[in-house]
């Protein structure tokens, strides 16, 4: 079983053993299969997205190296991100729909360092943290039902 710490995620860019960068065969050797895949087509029968649970991950289909890691469903208890099979996660504070002034309150209580972008044309906050991992965040002005944290994503830039 791997344990993965979204804290720890958020201050290295590391998904426990994971990174962007990494293969198939050494994502498998370390969380087992995937519980789903996606992104295949008669094209590419090879899939490009794995799933397991809330967590996806995200290979380049040209060179089979994972591009991204992203959280955007949030199954777990107190709407926290749920892994699948040999992947747990914990989830320090993070759960859908949590205030960006908490967020915050709680990074600043850590040694993360962040930066904070307002996307008003998308309706976002985004948080940026050191690693280069993004949490975004609903502003809940159009609609209130999107206030707080959406997802969580780091990209091979």
Known sequence: MVI????????TGR???IRVG???TELESQIGPPEDTGGTSRNHPHPVIWKYEDIEFHFDRETGELSMIHIDRFTGDEDSPRGWGCLQIAPWIVRSGLPLSEFLTALDDQPVAYNVQHKMEWGQIIVTTGSEVLIGFGDGIDDPDFAGLAYITMSAT
């Open 4 to 11: 993965v710490s979204l804290l720890s995620f958020l201050q």
């Open 15 to 17: 998904f426990g053993p």
């Open 22 to 24: 990494s293969n198939r």
